[in-house]
């Protein structure tokens, strides 16, 4: 190998070594240097990291939600602890992801700023998703502290992952050998806890605490554990309020689960359930449901705005509903295939009336047919808020629409061409309205009268293609879009 090749290779090493971004989980020991650009690779890959750590933490919190609800305390403790060292790992690489976009690298494949922003928007969307997982994570304690789950030791446990994710930028600042030792205990807390290894994982915590006290942060873990204790109590979020539900009445956390007040003060006691505010709770096995609008009934059980019923702390399906059901606002209507209905219909008393269109070229675009029909819905018991819809037609016609010069209308004069042109049906259909005209070319568009109504006047300066576009409605609500192009000869 001649010394140039080799110096080459060495260069390119140092290099790669140099433009490496260090993550929370990364092995132990001193950091690279921090570079002062980072390539679309680097960040892209950055993202798919946490990513994927913001998958692993809402499989956890769903695995732990579902231990809870089946009383299996050692299965929702590793299931938290994983979440939550999750969400710190996450939560430490999103602190620093923002600047890193914007010392994105010079390249030539693409413009800087085109690149960042791309990055941005995808970086944004990751917040997002980072901010529900944090938040179902919290919601998962909360289950497990008033369940009585979340014993001392556990949460001093999960304070030492909560004070790792806020202190480590600082650590990295002020001590880089010491946050390079403290992710690779972390890294080593979910190796352990995902062979199931508790005893490990819990040996590794306690070693992460002993490195955070010893760099003074003693105190950092006692408010991350206070923080804790004030969410069992509801701290700060109103979950353990009362809480006005829509359509009237109010639940409340009470002891042992949640109790529900109908708006004629009829009350019932959910066994196990757990609030998690805006009118929805959680029951024991895990389900979450809706009680806005739901009524309290004699026997106790409290039937739901979208026909199910709860008995005791279980969903038992539609018992209880006789007669036409009335799906809500919001429901999922669904024909005898399962394929959803998008039409939507005017209930009333269990019945439902609307049209049915049939369109070429998509939702509101040509229309080709309506029919009038009316609809049944029977509650799917098996599907949250889904309703199998049996439609009986009545009323149906045809619409062959076309967009035409009106006969005799041509009138021409040097450097001009008027014309007046009409939307009409070819099956002598006259129960539509034509709201708006809309004509453009290449070479500009024609001077108009008046743009609406089924005849507008166009005077045209330019020879060209002209496209034509005509937004209407018929009389029975259905809006429609008729597009053509007409060519213009102006002399």
């Known amino acids: 190998m001649n010394m140039h090749h080799k110096c080459r290779l060495i260069s390119a090493g140092f290099i790669a070594r140099v433009v490496t971004i260090r993550g929370f989980g990364q092995a132990a020991g001193a950091p690279a240097p921090i570079p002062t650009t980072y390539t679309k690779g680097q960040l892209l890959t950055e993202q798919r990291v946490m990513q994927a750590y913001i ?11 579902k231990a809870v609800g089946a009383s299996l305390p050692d299965s929702a403790k590793v299931s938290l602890l994983r979440a939550t060292s999750r969400v710190a790992q996450v939560d430490e690489t999103m602190k620093a992801h923002p600047e890193r976009i914007e010392h994105l690298a010079f390249s030539l494949l ?16 990751l917040r997002d998703e980072f901010g529900a997982v944090e938040d179902a994570m919290y919601a998962l ?3 497990m502290l008033r369940k009585g789950l979340f014993g001392e030791a556990l949460k001093g446990q999960v304070a030492v992952l909560d004070a790792v994710s806020k202190l480590l930028p600082e650590i990295q600042q002020n001590d880089p050998a010491l946050a390079g030792r403290i992710r690779g205990v972390v890294e080593e807390i979910n190796k352990a806890l995902a062979a199931d290894d508790l005893a490990k994982a819990e040996e590794l915590i306690t070693q992460l605490r002993d ?3 010893a760099a003074g942060h003693k105190r950092d873990i006692q408010n991350a554990k206070d923080k804790i204790n004030e969410t069992a109590t509801g701290g700060g979020e109103g979950l353990s309020a009362t809480q006005a539900l829509e359509g009237g009445g109010s639940l409340a956390p009470a002891t042992g689960g949640v109790m529900v007040t109908g708006k004629d003060g009829q009350m019932s006691l959910i066994p196990g359930a757990v609030s998690i505010g805006a009118g929805k709770l959680r029951l024991a096995d895990g389900t979450e449901v809706d009680l806005n609008g739901s009524k309290v009934q004699p026997d106790g059980s409290i039937l739901l705005a979208d026909g199910r019923v709860i008995k005791g702390n279980k969903i038992t399906g539609a018992a209880g509903v006789s007669g036409p059901v009335t799906p809500p606002k919001g429901a999922t209507l669904v024909d005898a295939e399962g394929n959803e209905i998008l039409d939507e219909y005017v209930w009333e008393n269990g019945e439902g009336k609307g049209v049915d269109k049939i369109y070429v070229g998509g939702k509101g675009m040509r229309l080709t ?9 029977t509650l799917n018991a098996a599907k949250a808020n889904t309703y199998a819809v049996a439609k009986i037609p009545g009323e149906s016609r045809t619409w062959a629409f076309v967009i035409a010069p009106v006969a005799g209308s041509e009138k021409k004069a040097t450097g001009h061409l008027t014309l007046a042109l ?12 034509a709201n708006k005209w809309d004509i453009s070319s290449p070479a500009g568009a024609p001077s108009m009268g008046e743009s609406s109504g089924p005849q507008v006047t166009a005077t045209f300066d330019a020879s060209a293609t002209y496209a034509i576009q005509v937004t209407g409605t018929t009389d029975w609500g259905s809006p429609f ?4 192009n007409l060519p213009v000869g102006v002399e």
């Open 422 to 433: 009409a939307l009409s049906d070819r099956n002598g259909g006259t129960g539509f309205t």
């Open 211 to 213: 490195m955070l006290e």
């Open 55 to 65: 998958t692993d933490a809402n499989f956890h919190i769903d695995r732990g939600i």
């Open 110 to 125: 693409y413009t800087r700023e085109g690149m960042r922003k791309e990055l941005r928007a995808s970086y944004a969307k």
């Open 481 to 484: 879009v008729i597009k053509a």
């Open 369 to 377: 047919r309506e029919t009038k029909v009316t609809v049944r819905a």
């Open 141 to 143: 304690r909360r289950d």
